[in-house]
């Protein structure tokens, strides 16, 4: 069983700066690709950035967050346990809850910074954290 616990979420100012955190437990062998997603008020869920854990180090970011966001793992000397979510120059556009999400996706696949149809080809989900920026 696996899971995916969210932290780091908070309010903020615009300009300013936050660090997401996604713990992963359980057995992640079952899984090649990670993502971040958010979901605004009345808006769908849409992918954020995605990285390929299943070997290198290869992320992708939607164009809406490149330069702006960062993805990395962290997997100490074994399997990978956490992933983050760098954020900053925040904008009140990026309020919205985040989540993490894994999935059994190709280098490929993973390579597609996901939208609302791809929700599903995820199999594992956190519980969301919720960041606010006001301007």
């Known amino acids: 069983q696996v899971q995916l616990v969210e932290s780091g979420g908070g309010s903020v100012q615009a300009g300013m700066s936050l660090r997401l955190s996604c713990t992963i437990s359980?057995?992640?062998?079952?899984?090649?690709?990670m993502a971040w997603f958010r979901q605004a008020p009345g808006k769908e869920r849409e992918g954020v950035a995605t990285?390929?854990?299943?070997?290198?180090?290869?992320?992708?970011?939607?164009d809406s967050v490149k330069g702006r966001f960062a993805v990395s793992q962290d997997d100490g000397k074994g399997p990978l346990n956490t992933l983050y979510l760098q954020m900053t120059s925040l904008q009140p556009e990026d309020t919205a809850m985040y989540y993490c999400a894994a999935g059994a996706l190709t280098w490929q696949q993973c390579s597609l910074v996901p939208g609302p149809s791809d929700v599903r080809r995820y199999n594992y989900w956190g519980q969301g954290t919720q960041v606010t920026v006001s301007s």
């Open positions: 359980g057995d992640t062998s079952g899984f090649t690709c």
């Open positions: 990285a390929y854990t299943a070997g290198g180090d290869s992320t992708w970011y939607a």
